[in-house]
């Protein structure tokens, strides 16, 4: 089974800049998208970025404005989230996920086409 582990959130200033992580512990029979999500207090777990296993693809929601950038260190097994610009509504806890089997490319703003989640890092905004 394998195991997401986040890290890097914490409290920052509007405007500054931050790089989340995710460290796979290994790789899942099926996978191929891993991507990154967001939830913020009383609302949806909402789709931010997701990039293929094999890096060829990445994908950020036009919600972000282009301030935010997936990539991925294929040696580490670890996929980042870059976030430029930070604004108070970026405030959330941001997980990542892998697919769920046979969940394909053009469904990867789906939070139910993913099978397995960390545990989350909170990202706290301040104006």
């Known amino acids: 089974q394998v195991q997401l582990v986040e890290s890097g959130g914490g409290l920052v200033q509007a405007g500054g800049s931050l790089r989340l992580s995710c460290v796979a512990s290994?790789?899942?029979?099926?996978?191929?998208?891993l991507a990154w999500f967001r939830q913020a207090p009383g609302r949806e777990r909402e789709f931010v970025a997701a990039?293929?296993?094999?890096?060829?693809?990445?994908y950020s929601s036009d919600s972000v404005d282009g301030r935010f950038t997936i990539s991925r260190d294929s040696a580490k097994n670890t996929v980042y989230l870059g976030i430029d610009g930070v604004k108070p509504d970026d405030t959330a806890v941001y997980y990542c996920?892998?697919?769920?089997?046979?969940?394909?490319?053009?469904?990867?703003?789906?939070?139910?086409?993913?099978?397995?989640w960390g545990q989350g890092t909170p990202v706290t905004v301040s104006s």
């Open positions: 996920g892998v697919n769920s089997f046979g969940t394909t490319w053009p469904n990867r703003r789906l939070a139910e086409k993913y099978r397995l």
């Open positions: 990039i293929r296993y094999n890096g060829a693809s990445t």
């Open positions: 290994g790789r899942a029979y099926g996978m191929n998208i």
